[in-house]
């Protein structure tokens, strides 16, 4: 077997990211579907790269650094939409990465995950806020470098809240805790929505405004004349994003390989044989709640910081089921599945629809017209990039249907057992 | 408020709270039976419900308006349609959506996805079919006639529609009783709900019973629509959504599976819920408004779930190995 740069393949996946980086970089630096085009290309080279399997780890490294360190924050600088998009789909990533422990480890089913990320995401809303130091006196807003300890706070926070609610509703078979998460979820986003009275904690549906950029130092000192009007605190994000996916994929990695990640798909596969194995259901089930909720509670903090506003908007129940699409998509279970589901589903969102709903516009502004047919008699509703609710539906029933594994199916690493030593031992006895 | 004051204020309460258990308590129907043939949640059931009361709002507004026809007999031909619909709807659904899974050896999550996919996709088509002929969400027709008051007591009186919501109601859940426990149809569909493999090897044909259970959900979803749009005078692609959830928790407080239990349990959580919303903002002095009435349905059915997590009338259910 030929490991190292030279085999074959490997070769083939670094010249691909070299012509993806390469075109990416020169050649398409608009928002139209080619452009869009060249930056999905660009991010297949990542998703090629890390096929463990059949990739060794030099030439990932390679790819990596070349495609997530040089080539990307190189387009953001040119055009800071396409940093923005791969700022989102790093936390969408993570949130998929969480979902996937409740949903694709632990077999759960979670309609109300989004509940986490607004539990972070409102923490440092009112932590680093003018509207939070109203409510908590003096001493607040926190500083903007707080941000750091308060993702840690936030880790434990969301845990907390998955702890509460996993504790009474653990008992219940999948079908019934689907629908107390969903509860869950919209239970959230009411409080949200009218906890501004008696006590002003979230301003209801006006949502908290200014809330505090992390690192913004940093972003200052990068600043150079060189390129005028780039906001350098968007690579700030993009850099802090990645670095918090890094060590998201190691977690679910590690915990992938673990005993209690072997336990979680033991339950996911057949619960009472699980616990007839000796798995304790309740513990087991709560650390993957617990689990799952710290992951979005983290990015929640991240989310408020970049978009320095929230609102329960952000965090309806469309937003729970994009996650879940993001991993039935990708296929449940799997880490790499779950990280191209975010790809996927996020670029799908912010760029594809938004692509379309242009390009049907422009057509039916001009008339053109198909076998005597114009566009212009297409009805204004006609807008792809509403309909969202539409295209995850038919992603989620197509997939269960067609492809239930998803896209890039869960692999359980299996032990071969060699049994020639066997007959040698009897041979020798 | 004095308590004289509140006392008052429950005999109309009561009212309303009955109005609207019976609605949940014939939405919860269709889930309950879902779930007793097959063990499967269909999420979809809300919209089947919302397309049921679009269905017969338009019906009203385009077809019988100004035909002249008493409102008794307009009201029942936009029933009868919505069934219809509602009924066709639920089978195609269980046909496209469910049947592949079952008949393969999918995860054991997947029919459930599939659903909520179901369910947001007829959200959203129905919202774009309502966008092409004007705004999505679309009033009640005037109907002045169910709006004629009748005495309750000797202060309060209630409209028209209440009493026709209530007889309507009755009639649906004293039929379907009648059906499933009087009928070779019934039978057919308890030995399914009882042991799917045993009721083939006696000759049912399990296929064309779920279908029908998936009809008789249905059309139900669609009566109870078109009972809804009267009730609350306007309808939207969205306006599913919460009350099927209710009607969910109305099934499980009542024991999913069990058909009384979807009755008893609709109109007690109907009752609770519309007694929370009025008594507790007097209470508190509105400082718990009414908007947080649904996270009080909510509540209750994680309380339910977890102190009787067969509900009311349920059997509790013991897994064999």
């Known amino acids: 077997m030929a490991a190292g740069l030279l085999s074959p393949r490997s070769l083939g996946v670094v010249a691909y990211a070299i012509v993806t980086t390469a075109m990416a970089l020169f050649v398409f630096t608009g928002s139209g579907l080619v452009d869009t085009a060249a930056f999905v290309a660009l991010l297949v080279s990542v998703h090629l790269a890390t096929d463990a399997a059949r990739i060794d780890g030099a030439t990932r490294f390679v790819v990596l650094t070349l495609v997530l360190v040089v080539a990307l924050p190189l387009v953001g600088v040119r055009n800071t939409f396409y940093l923005d998009v791969a700022t989102q789909v790093g936390i969408y990533a993570v949130l998929a990465l969480g979902l996937n422990i409740v949903v694709g480890f632990a077999g759960l089913l979670d309609l109300g995950f989004i509940a986490f990320f607004a539990v972070g995401a409102y923490l440092w809303a009112i932590l680093s806020s003018a509207h939070g130091a109203g409510l908590l006196g003096p001493g607040f807003p926190l500083p903007p470098d707080a941000f750091f300890v308060a993702i840690l706070v936030a880790v434990g926070i969301a845990a907390g809240f998955g702890i509460l609610l996993g504790l009474p509703v653990l008992r219940l078979k999948g079908d019934y805790l689907a629908i107390v998460t969903l509860g869950f979820g919209e239970v959230i986003r009411v409080l949200a929505n009218n906890l501004d009275k008696p006590v002003n904690i979230t301003n209801g549906p006006q949502g908290i405004t200014g809330i505090a950029q992390p690192l913004s130092g940093v972003a200052a000192t990068l600043a150079s004349p060189a390129v005028p009007g780039f906001k350098w605190q968007a690579l700030v994000y993009y850099a802090l994003v990645l670095a918090l996916v890094g060590i998201a994929v190691t977690v679910n990695r590690r915990l992938d390989g673990s005993k209690i990640g072997r336990a979680w798909i033991a339950i996911r596969e057949d619960e009472i044989a699980a616990q007839a194995m000796g798995i304790p259901l309740v513990r087991t089930k709560l650390v993957a709640f617990a689990t799952g909720a710290a992951f979005a509670g983290t990015m929640g903090v991240v989310f408020a910081a970049k978009q320095t506003f929230v609102s329960p908007e952000s965090f309806d129940f469309n937003q729970s089921i994009g996650v879940l699409a993001m991993i039935v998509f990708g296929g449940l279970g799997s880490i790499r599945g779950a990280m191209v589901g975010a790809a996927m589903v996020t670029i799908l969102n912010l760029q594809i629809l938004k692509a379309l709903s242009a390009g049907l516009n422009h057509l039916r502004s001009t008339g053109f017209e198909v076998f005597g047919w114009s566009f212009a008699n297409l009805p204004t509703q006609f807008e792809p990039s509403k309909y969202e609710r539409l295209v995850f539906g038919v992603i989620l029933i197509a997939m269960m249907l067609h492809r239930p594994r998803g896209l890039v199916p869960a692999d359980r690493r299996t032990i071969r057992v060699d049994t020639s030593n066997e007959t040698e031992r009897e041979g020798a006895r | ?321």
């Open chain 2, 1 to 321: 408020m004095t308590f004289t004051d509140m006392l008052q204020l429950l005999p109309p309460t009561l009212a309303d709270g009955l109005v609207l258990g019976l609605l949940y308590a014939v939405i919860a129907l269709g889930y309950t039976m879902v779930y007793g043939v097959l063990g499967l949640i269909n999420f979809a059931h809300s919209e089947i419900f919302m397309v049921g009361a679009i269905v017969a709002v338009e019906v009203l507004t385009h077809l019988l308006a100004g035909t002249g026809l008493h409102p008794i007999v307009q009201i029942v031909v936009a029933m009868i349609v919505a069934a219809a619909v509602s009924g066709g709807l639920a089978v195609a659904a269980e046909r496209v959506a469910y049947r592949p899974l079952r008949l393969s050896n999918a995860p054991k999550l997947a029919p459930l996805i599939t659903a909520i996919g179901l369910s947001l996709f007829l959200q959203d088509a129905v919202r774009f079919i309502e966008s092409l002929f004007g705004q999505f969400i679309r009033p009640f027709p005037s109907m002045p006639f169910f709006d004629r008051q009748i005495p309750l007591t000797p202060t309060d009186t209630v409209p028209l529609k209440s009493l026709v919501i209530l007889i309507v109601a009755g009639a649906m859940l004293g039929g379907l009783v009648h059906v499933v426990h009087h009928t070779r149809l019934g039978k057919a569909i308890r030995a399914v709900a009882t042991d799917r493999k045993a009721a083939s090897l006696m000759g049912v044909d399990v296929d064309r019973i779920v279908m029908l259970t998936f009809l008789i959900g249905g059309a139900l979803a669609g009566v109870a629509g078109t009972l809804y749009a009267l009730e609350f005078g306007r309808v939207d692609p969205f306006s599913g959504f919460v009350p099927g959830l209710k009607a969910f928790t109305a099934a499980v407080l009542g024991g999913i599976g069990s058909i009384p239990g979807a009755m008893v349990g609709g109109i007690v959580l109907g009752i609770l819920e519309v007694m929370i919303g009025t008594f507790v903002p007097i209470l508190t002095d509105n400082m718990i408004g009414t908007e947080y009435k649904d996270i009080f349905a909510f509540a209750i059915l994680i309380l339910i779930l977890v102190f009787m997590p067969t509900g009311l009338l349920g059997r509790p259910a013991t897994e064999k190995v």
